[in-house]
Structures are given as C-alpha cells and as structure tokens.
C-alpha cells in the first residue's frame, strides 16, 4: 500500500507510506472557512424554537460547506498523491477549482528540503486562486526511525524511545521535532504517531521498530506526549492504526492481502484500544482506521469500512469528534471490495471523512471523487453526514497553516 503499512527500506525514508487534537473551533469570519456562502441546497434546514409568543422560525446556520457545487464538496474528502518530484498539472487544476482536500507526499516526490518546499509553495499557489479559502492537508508519515520521508527529525524509532531512560521527554522531544520538521517545508499534517501495541517481537508493527511497547501503558502516556508536543508546532497528529495492528503476525500486511486479526473483544478494548482514547482524550486531530478486519467487532468487513468500528467504537464507545482517515485506498486487503469509486463509497458509508488516494496516480483521486459525487446524487450517502464529514475537515483545516 502507499500510506500506512510495510516500510520498503531505504534510507533515511523509506519509499512505503502509511498514511489530533479534538477540532478546535475554527476562526470566525471568511479567512477560517469557505468562500462560498450559504445556499438552498445545502445550509441545515430551519429549526422551531419556542418563545415567549409562540412557535418562532429560527435562522439556518449556516455549515462551512455551504455553497459548494457537489463535485467541490465530494472533493473535500479525497487525499491526492502524485508520481515523482513535480506535481502534474491536472493536479493543479483540481486544487485550483476547489476539488481536493490536500495531498500526500512520499520519498519518491522529495529530492530535498528546498525541492519539496518549492513544490508545497506552488501547491499553495494553486489553493489560493481556488474557491475553498481554508489551507490544503500537506502530509507526510515522519514517524521517525527508518519511517521518515523528510531527512530530519525524529531520529529515533518510537521502540528506540519506548526503551530509553526517560521515554516521556524522548516521545515529546520527538513529536516537537517532527512537528517542526514539516511545518520548515510547509506541510501541516503528521501520519503518526503509530499507537499500536506490539503482542510478539518482530511482528509486523515491531520488525521496523514501529510501536513504543507490548505494554499499552507505556504505549498510551508515550503516544500522548508525542501528540502533545507535535500539535504544539501547529502541525496536525494522526493516530494510527486503529483499532490496532500490535497482533499482527509478520507477514500480515495489508498492503499485500486480507488480513483478519481474531484476538478476542477484551483485548481489543483493553490493549489495543487503550493507547487510542488517551490519545482522543488529550485532543487528537486524526485517527487512522486501519484495513484489517477484526471478527470481536466486525466479522464482514475491514475496519474502515465497517460503520460499528468507525461510527459505534471510534466515534461512540471512544468519544471521537475529529476527523477520520482511511489507509491507503489501494491497498490489496481491500480487493474483494470493487473500484476505487466503490471502495471509496463504501468507506465514506462506513463514516471515513478523508479518503487516502495513495497510488501516485491523479486518476486515482478523480475516480474516488466521481464515485462520492454519484453516490451523493444517488442518494446512496446521505446528504446531511457528507457534508458533516466536510464540516468536520473544513475545521480542521481552518486551524492549520
């Protein structure tokens, strides 16, 4: 897969992706939201409230995604990726007409600190003539260790922090780095930290040193102070990969296949799932839903596409308000699951917010947003949550720079 998964080694950053802060209220006023005012089409229909003479129609208030044509709106949700060091140029149309939420980096698209910073400059260009006046989502997976796209910190692996001397200040130290290692180039979006919670040594998290602990309370205070310290540099942290891959074996990688992890439903939420909420407690921006299918809480489908992982665990056991994020969406553990359009679908269905078009190929995103747009029209998706999960990404991006 692209965003989330194997690392393919080569150093210092690996050519294998991966791909918060609770949101924030964004700024008032027209320099935190969208250009477009509201429409008939889209503002929240008007509610009735009682007062002091009776029955009084209140305003509609108005959503951040007021005003947007449904292709804009279905572009809110899609992460694009491209190949090699220079953005083509139908991707910059995309930007430039208000069609896409942002977009992925790899080391295959940096040369060098001032290379990809002239890119992110061009892309910001091309954001600015557009018609959606909130910052595009520049990311990257700067884990640290053999998982860096930037040259840079954090130069430890989050194992080579969960076992040094202090690991608190070494996780903060790490999550500060990050955090400015990006934002020195102009991205504003961290894939990481990695929560999950290694059972076996040399399984598929820990053989590239990718989880801080076996143990979920060392995992938990670590992932914090990373999220903690990262945000604080304005850049954006994602948790990933929930609900947790600490149990997969070392070839189960979800780039290359299916994968079921079987352990048992007390495990999930006691040892998996624990490093996530102290993270959604602490106010994490992201979380990433991982592709792997978990039969104690969903039998039939990958995890994010399965609206009791994503809406009941996530979002309601965990309390999650904030924006969600698919894996890669060509991942091969997703091959039983139709197109790219109908992956995507199937995705924002489950209750995914962005949708992680991670192959390097500009079609890529284009066909997801083809699919959202018909299914809107369709009414397969319903309306009201499609432009909630546009809201919500809005938000987030409105606070970031």
């Not at 792997?292 to 990958?302: G, H, I, K, S, V």
Request: positive net charge.
């Amino acid at each position: 897969m692209v965003a989330c998964q194997s690392p393919r080694a080569s150093a210092p950053r690996p050519s294998t992706p991966d791909a918060t802060r609770s949101i924030r209220s964004a700024p008032s006023g027209s320099a935190g939201g969208w250009a477009a005012s509201p429409s008939a089409s889209t503002a929240p229909p008007s509610t009735r409230v009682q007062g002091p003479a009776g029955p009084v129609r209140s305003v509609p208030a108005p959503t951040r995604s007021a005003g947007l044509t449904r292709r804009q709106l279905a572009g809110q949700r899609i992460i694009y990726s491209y190949p090699g060091l220079t953005p083509p140029a139908s991707l910059l149309r995309i930007i430039r007409a208000g069609e896409a939420a942002g977009v992925i980096f790899f080391g295959e698209n940096i040369a060098g600190t001032a290379q990809i910073s002239n890119v992110i400059a061009q892309l910001r260009r091309a954001q600015a003539q557009s018609p959606v006046h909130v910052p595009l989502l520049l990311m990257a997976d700067q884990e640290g260790g053999l998982i860096r796209r930037l040259p840079g910190a954090p130069m430890r692996s989050e194992k080579q922090i969960g076992q040094s001397a202090d690991p608190v200040t070494a996780a903060a130290a790490a999550g500060t780095g990050a955090g400015r290692t990006l934002a020195t180039v102009g991205m504003n979006v961290n894939l990481a930290p990695v929560l999950d919670v290694y059972s076996t040594a040399g399984n598929f998290i820990d053989q590239y040193q990718r989880s801080y602990s076996p143990n979920p309370g060392t995992v938990a205070p670590l992932g914090r102070a990373f999220i903690a310290a990262q945000q604080r540099t304005g850049v954006a942290a994602t948790a990933k990969h929930f609900p947790g891959l600490g149990w997969a074996a070392t070839a189960q990688n979800t780039d290359t296949g299916p994968v079921t992890l079987s352990q048992s439903l007390a495990r999930l939420r006691g040892t998996d799932e624990f490093p996530y909420s102290a993270a959604v407690a602490i106010g994490v921006d992201l979380v990433m839903v991982s592709w792997a299918t978990y039969p104690a809480l969903d039998p039939n489908r990958p995890a994010g596409l399965s609206p009791t992982v994503v809406g009941q665990e996530l979002r309601g056991r965990i309390g999650f308000t904030g924006v969600t994020i698919t894996d890669a969406l060509e991942a091969a553990a997703l091959a039983h699951y139709g197109s790219t359009g109908q992956r995507a679908v199937a995705a924002a269905t489950a209750g995914m917010d962005l949708i992680l078009c991670s192959a390097r190929d500009v079609s890529q995103g284009k066909a997801a947003t083809d699919a959202l747009v018909k299914a809107q029209a369709g009414g397969q998706l319903d309306s009201t949550g499609f432009i909630a999960a546009a809201d919500r990404i809005a938000a987030l991006r409105a606070h970031l720079h």
